[in-house]
């Protein structure tokens, strides 16, 4: 060949070499980065269609499974539920289309897939023997969780919901709902049945697929006073400083009062200036709304709301984030005062005024919320253990101190008093309005057990009535949880 000819020739070959190697590359990058991501992709329908040809592992807790696979023919396996509606919010469903709860966020480990597992499960999946999905332990306690459900049933509200951290650790114990449902009716095989229950359950107006412990948000009546309280402290107030109160308060630019409760006329509330501890003990609507709206202000109240986790999706375990919780940032005093005492545009998740309870217990620090405690390989060895995570910091050391007095005050001789000798050490009462109609949401957040305070609790009940209302049903839950620890 003539030299020309052979450069050309030469450079064709380097193209092509260079162009091979380039689609090895792009073929190892997809097989071994993207695989799982493409398994993943909403338009990839065949992850559907193999979904339950997989022995995924069990979801237990305290040594009972939650959720399992048991074979129903020669390749397939059948979702169980053990007390399916009491549990929905923790285990989730795992149907033909979807999955949530731990079986969504633990869907890779439960199948078999997970990274974590790939040495352990290498030489079984070598000689061809079958490989089941890893086990899910989660951090909820089995008898403390019925005793929520049960109680919360029998409260004969539309909706409610309880929540109970382990303060120290952010160890989820507790997370209710109702209305339910049972995660068996949508994680049947049959794609018929299975999109028959969820127009069935899509279409009830109260929504029992969505999990009202996270995933929704109300009012939070006078439990919000807890975080304004906190932001006086932050300011420099003490428990015993003498705040405003009076039986009505105009904030400015304001065309209405905002009033105390009917109840607290010519009690302390009625007086010019009482103790913040007084004020908070008997929930005076008009000490918390001037705080809102003038003093520590907006700012304050805002940036203490934002120490607790409103502002944020808390994530709980891994890719599952609550509803976010919210307090109105505003230069408007009316609005800030009227969200100041739970209402208006101030929102929360019964998960979130968990957490402002079990930043109060433990000193201030924020831990974060874990449904999961620790994932084990289908041989039974630990993979992997979920430390508890310090999130954020709301208050001192001394300040959390003077908001347990605060918040014992209210059971001692304020709003919760009826609580006095129950396992409820200390709490917060609130009821919010709904308006145009003849239920409250009624919340109750505190702390116990009496001798060792550690569980914060959030429950509530969306009925006629008031927030103490929702206190038996949290002191009925701790019961249960300290009848475990003894």
Known sequence: MRPGVDRA?????????????????????????????????????????????????PIVADGERLAWSEKVDDERYQRRYKDGPAFAPVTGYFSVFSQTGLEDAENHFLDGTDDRLATSNLVDKLI????????????????????????LQGAGARRAAAVVLDAETGAILVMASTPSYDPAEVSTLDREKATDAFDRL???????????????????GSTFKTVVAASALEAGA???????????????????????DAGD??????????????????????????MGAEEPGNDAVHAAAARFGFGDRIEYADGLRSAASSFPKTGEPSLSALGSIGQGSTVSTPLQ????????????????????????????STVDEISPTRMSTALTGDQAGQMRDMMKAVVDRGTGKSLRGTSVLGGKTGTADVEGAAHNDRWFIGFGPRDDPKYAVAVMTEAPGYGIESGPIAAKIIDALDGEGG
């Open 238 to 260: 003490s428990e015993r400083t003498r705040v405003k109160a009076g039986r009505s308060y105009r904030p400015p630019r304001s065309g209405q009062a905002i009033n105390n």
């Open 202 to 220: 899509g279409d009830q107006p109260l929504k029992p697929l969505l999990d009202k412990a996270a995933h929704e948000l109300f009012p939070p």
């Open 128 to 151: 061809g023997k079958h490989v089941p999905g890893g086990t899910v332990e989660s951090t909820v306690s089995v008898k403390a969780q019925r005793v929520a459900y049960d109680a």
């Open 353 to 380: 005024m968990a957490m402002v309870a079990a930043g109060i217990v433990n000193d201030g620090v924020i831990m974060r919320p874990r449904l999961v405690d620790r994932l084990r390989a289908p041989d039974g």
């Open 9 to 57: 020739v030469g450079r064709t070959w380097i193209l092509t070499l260079v162009m091979v190697i380039a689609l090895m590359a792009n073929i190892t990058y997809v097989q071994g980065f993207q695989a799982q991501s493409l398994r993943d992709d909403s338009l990839n329908a065949r992850q559907f269609e193999d979904r339950f040809k997989i022995d995924r592992g």
């Open 265 to 290: 006329i010519g009690g302390s509330c009625d007086l010019s200036r009482i103790p913040l501890i007084e004020a908070y003990a008997q929930s005076c609507n008009t000490t918390f709304a001037f």
